[in-house]
């Protein structure tokens, strides 16, 4: 995934953008990125923050980034924000979302005889910069800024710095949220809504579907009015955005609490000593859970926060699996002889689970049941880079119908789809004992777009459904 923050003021934004920008952390886990535009060129900095904070690797810059108008990113993939000059003058570019006909886009830039491509990521050219070249192919940035959006298949929400302050442009479904937030001399755009309030800002519009403003430090202006269809990301909900945001007026940490509840209320009687949650984001769905099920709430395991403060995803499985135990720290008395119910906010690989439930069964736990917080993921997203699988065939579910099917475990999907199916129930026993678990039961996709509770028609589903 990735974050961004643009920032427009009356005063120097540096550490407003700075703090701003910090706040996505939680998003991306490769580079950080800020752009500011000091009246006459662009102060940039990029850093790698694979193993140092973000502030740790940008405090230094601060004191030659000055200027009233910047952009910042937290990205897991490729460097930015990517600045350029061209006919349209100078402009900074930075990007959330996911482009699946990069190599078409790339080639109708090229047969316009005036592109070319510097930034290269594993080999593929990098995201940013082909919205940017797009964005050039046009007479001017708003102009542009529509052609990118219109012709990228998957979504694009960005901050274009130009013209004298920043253009906020929402992807064309709403995918990803984009806020902007006010205060007496500022103006701001975030994907998180509460990255701005510390730095004294308040809420002042949320960008609807393809909905495009203008915003500088004096004011906001209309470009592109907003889209009637819309498809947020559920899984901002469920999994990626931060406990403290609210995304289409709905909170994520009391979102997390209406799931945990209609878990607990579908499940009946279990035979559980406590309940807890795989930190960070399953800990709020365990906590409605016990807090309707009467079964007392508790951390068994301790995430080690002094050295590990975020999120360290080296490219090396084996790695990332050392890691993620490395984080966690037991408490004896709260797992040896402990039958204990987990609430995880999901199973994509099954990696991460498997080992927290071998890990628990090595501390003397006596039974582990699991609870994930959606329905079993069945599809890679098309629509948004949130998980490092690179393969449908990653994803336990289409492993563990491999291994059922064989060969015909395609023709058989839509069964394995279907919840009330003996199939599904099949794949779900199957996945329970790969994991070794006493029980799992997955949340039920009605419940879980219940716990939002915005039209369902306004929710992507696809990664559960195979349908938006």
């Known amino acids: 995934m990735g974050g961004i923050f643009g920032v427009a003021s009356k005063q120097n934004c540096t550490m407003d953008l700075f703090f701003g920008t910090d ?6 886990t490769r580079r950080g990125g800020m752009a500011v535009w000091n009246g006459s060129g662009f102060s940039r900095s990029i850093h790698n923050i694979e193993n140092s904070p973000f502030r740790g690797k940008f405090e230094p810059d601060l004191e030659e980034m000055k200027g009233h108008l910047g952009i910042g990113c937290i990205s897991d993939s490729e460097p930015q924000p990517i600045v350029m000059r061209s006919h349209l003058g100078s402009f900074a570019v930075v990007t959330v979302g996911r482009i699946n006909n990069r190599e078409e886009l790339m080639q109708r830039v090229l047969a316009n ?21 797009l964005i050039n192919q ?17 979504s694009m929400t960005m901050l274009v710095l130009g013209d004298g302050g920043i253009y906020a ?85 009391e979102m997390r609490y209406r799931c945990g509840a209609l878990l607990a209320e579908k499940d009946g009687k279990v035979d559980a000593d406590y309940i807890a949650g795989v930190p960070d984001s399953g800990t709020a769905h365990a906590i409605g859970y016990a807090n309707r099920s009467g079964i007392p709430f508790a951390r068994p395991f301790i995430k080690y926060t002094p050295t590990w403060p975020r999120s360290f995803m080296p490219s090396q499985q084996n790695i990332r699996n050392l890691i993620a135990r490395m984080k966690l720290i037991p408490v004896d008395q709260l797992i040896r002889n402990k039958s204990l119910l987990f609430i995880d906010d999901s199973i994509v690989r099954g990696t991460q689970i498997r080992e927290t439930v071998d890990f628990l069964y090595t501390s003397g736990a006596k039974q582990v049941h699991v609870r994930p917080a959606c329905p079993p993921i069945m599809f890679g997203c098309k629509y948004l ?18 291994a059922m099917e064989g060969d015909r475990a395609v ?24 994991l070794r678990l006493t029980s799992l039961r997955y949340h039920e996709l009605p419940d879980l777009i219940k716990a939002i509770g915005i039209d369902p028609d306004k929710i992507c589903t696809y990664c559960w459904t195979g349908k938006e």
Request: glycine share 8%; with cysteine; aromatic share 12%.
């Open 138 to 154: 046009q007479s001017n940035l708003p102009d542009g800024i529509r052609y990118a959006q219109q012709v990228i298949d998957g």
């Open 411 to 434: 023709e058989k999907l839509a069964e394995y789809v279907d919840p009330t199916s003996q199939r599904h129930a099949d794949m779900v026993c199957n996945i329970c004992k790969q």
């Open 169 to 253: 442009a929402r992807d064309l479904k709403g995918r990803t949220p984009l806020i902007l937030g006010k205060k007496d001399d500022a103006y701001c755009a975030s994907f998180e809504s509460f990255a701005y309030l510390n730095l004294g800002y308040h809420d002042y519009k949320e960008l609807g579907p393809g909905e495009i403003v203008f915003f500088d430090a004096e004011g906001v202006r209309e470009i592109e009015p907003p889209r009637r269809e819309m498809k947020v990301c559920a899984f901002l909900w469920t999994y990626y955005g931060y406990c403290t945001s609210t995304y289409e007026g709905v909170n994520v940490e």
């Open 385 to 402: 880079n949130f998980s490092r699988s690179t393969s449908e065939m990653d994803l336990i579910t289409r492993q563990t119908m491999q």
């Open 23 to 28: 706040y996505h952390s939680h998003l991306g």
């Open 113 to 133: 005889g005036n592109g070319h491509f510097l930034e290269m990521t594993g080999g593929k050219i990098n995201a940013t910069e082909l919205v940017a070249a």
